[in-house]
């Protein structure tokens, strides 16, 4: 049960219950009204509570007036005489319960009723009332459109009169009903010679809008026609046309002359063009970084961006204006060397260098074709002039062409001067590494060949066999220490001079590595060397003395960086065409950093407590430049556990050896 029918019975109860206790205490006064004060609770019931709640109150005065009421009291005995009274009662309570509820709910649809007919009232007299407003703004906008149509039209007149654009008004046929005056401005015919016409076909042509577009949108804007005037000039307009009905026609056609417009329009974009090949143009100058290079493909580069028939520069020889060099010379269509079949003046050129002005000159083979000739200038020095030959190239365009030859010449000597330093640099850099690493190797060797001469010079000393032995076996060795850098000096002038060139001769592989390591007897000294070569290696194509001199450096180098009594590794293998050299020792290998650094000229990487190594720093630079002459090539790498391995790979040609060889062991 809801709340609502709590209430709603609950009070029914109540009402009961508030009666019996009205009557219990009114009862001496009410002689025999005892069951009138019900009736008020058994009407509030109903009209609250609804039917329910009124007979519940009916049932429940009932048994409160049997109960409390008739004797006997405080029993629920019937007592046949009380029986028509209470009859009586319950109907007249029923009757009472019945006629409350209904007359409430007519009241309340009374009241519906009575609301919806106000709402209805008031809803149809504020349409009404809309319905005026909009009544009177119709008619008070009717006046004032009639007044602006009058206005208009007058204003219309006048504009029309005055305007520059040509209005006519045709049947659907084309047949004129109105040609404005000013017709003779655009097409040059008056309205008179307009209207002999007779039909706007003639004029602007036809079909060039579609008619069913037309008839929905209502108006076609901006359809642009070439027409020609009646003097036979051709002429750029645009026509609007409307679907109007005035004047006695149908369709409005509104002409407005474009020429200027379109002629300027084409001008800018003909200026944006060649604002974007002048970057282009600057772009390739500068993508040039050799100066020679730069200055001799200019011509190319300025026919190829621009389209122009010809371009050719030239520059005084030798500071005087009386020789002149030509730089950079192309031709549109011509083929590698070719320049095209125009041929500058000298003295016009000698005239633009000396005045420092432009002259254009008429082509006497192309009808718009035109010969300039500019000077290239880098703030008021002349140093040069330019000739074009071209066809439609703006003259504010040439002046910056000339503009941009100009930096690039200052721009390639620019760049002369700093190669010319940085050359300059480099050979002062070179010539002091050059000293500081020779100065060492030459005066090691030649003070102990000196002290050993010394003292075979001393008379009167008496040297045993041994001892002599000693100083004869120093003195060769440190001979052949210098011829070894010697021939390392001539090598490395070699390589950088371009002059290395490898004579290739069938050789073993084998046979190499046995001169290598006779070579390098003395620096191998105090290490143990395992060879390691294969049987049955191929007789190979090569230089063998520059492979062993490339093969005895690394040899070298790697007893220089690696302890005393630890063991050094040569390997020699031959995978397809391709030959392996490889040298392997136990030192304390290569930083990540050093490893493309240990190749270059005069560098010489450190031990780990910080001395500088012996050497020249030159052997590793000879190898790579050795293998390169070869077409190979050789890396660094250190290993997994311990020390560097340095290989030589070099693509050769070979062939089955006479009888196999190997060297397999250690030394």
Known sequence: MTHSSLLRYGGAILAVALALLLTLLLRPWLEHNDFLLFFPALMLSAWYGGIGPGLLATFLSLLAIDYFLLPPAFGLTLNWAYLPRLGAFAFVAALTSWLTVARKQAEVSLRAAHDSLEQRVEE???????????????????????????????????????????????????????????????FGYTAEEVQALGNIKRLIGAGFFDRRELEVAGEIQ?????????????????????????????????????????????????????????????????????????????????VE??????????????????????????????????????????????????????????????????????????????????????????????????????????????????????????SDALKSALIASVSHDLRTPLTSIRASVDSLLHNELNWDQATLREFHVIISEEVNRLMRLVENLLAMARIDAG?????????????????????????????????????????VRVDSRLIAQALANLVENAARYSPEGSEITVEAQVERDELRLSVTDQGL?????????????????????????????????????????????????????????????????????????????EL
């Open 124 to 186: 149809r007299t504020a349409e009404l009332s809309r319905a005026n407003a909009v009544l009177e703004e119709q008619v008070a906008e009717r006046e004032r459109a009639e007044a602006a149509l009058r206005e208009s039209e007058e204003l219309h007149r006048v504009t029309l009169s005055r305007i520059s654009d040509a209005v006519f008004i045709t049947e659907e046929a084309g047949a004129f009903t109105y040609i404005c005056p000013n017709a003779e401005v655009i």
């Open 222 to 302: 901006n359809l642009e026609r070439e027409i020609k005037d009646k003097a036979g000039s051709r002429h750029s307009i645009l026509v609007n046309v409307k679907r109007v009905s005035i004047k006695g026609g149908s369709l409005l056609y509104t002409c407005r002359d474009i020429t200027g417009r379109k002629k300027a329009e084409g001008k800018i974009h003909k200026l944006l063009d060649e604002v974007w090949d002048l970057y282009q143009l600057s772009r390739a100058i500068i993508a040039t970084p050799d100066p020679e290079t730069a200055i001799s493909s200019l011509a190319k580069q300025v």
């Open 305 to 426: 961006v621009f389209g122009v028939n010809y371009c050719a520069i030239f520059a005084p020889y030798g500071n005087e204006a009386r020789k002149w060099e030509r730089l950079s010379v192309s031709g549109l269509g011509a083929g590698p060397g070719e320049t095209g079949s125009f041929t500058p003046s000298p003295l016009v050129i000698k005239e633009v260098f000396e005045t420092g002005e432009i002259k254009s000159l008429i082509s006497a083979t192309e009808e718009n074709e035109t010969i300039s000739y500019l000077p290239l200038k880098i703030g008021a020095k002349l140093v040069g002039v330019m000739t074009l030959v071209a066809e439609g190239l703006e003259r504010e365009t040439q002046e910056a062409i000339a503009g941009l030859l100009a930096l690039a010449f200052e721009r390639a000597n620019f760049l002369r001067e700093v190669s010319r330093a940085e050359a300059l640099k480099q």
């Open 499 to 539: 002059e290395l060139h490898p004579s290739k001769q069938w050789g073993s592989v084998a046979e190499i590595c046995n001169n290598v390591l006779d070579r390098c007897s003395g620096a191998l000294h105090h290490h143990r060397v395992r060879v390691d070569c294969a049987e049955g290696l191929p007789l």
């Open 589 to 665: 290998g290569i930083a990540p950093e050093e490893t493309e650094r240990i190749f270059e000229k005069f560098y010489r990487s450190a031990h780990s407590d910080g001395r500088q190594p012996e050497g020249t720093g030159m052997g590793l630079a000879i190898t790579r430049g050795l293998v390169e002459a070869h077409g190979g090539r050789v890396w660094a790498e250190n290993n997994r556990k311990q020390g560097a391995k340095f290989t030589m790979a070099l693509r050769v040609e070979q062939r089955e050896a006479p009888r196999s060889e190997a060297i397999d062991g």
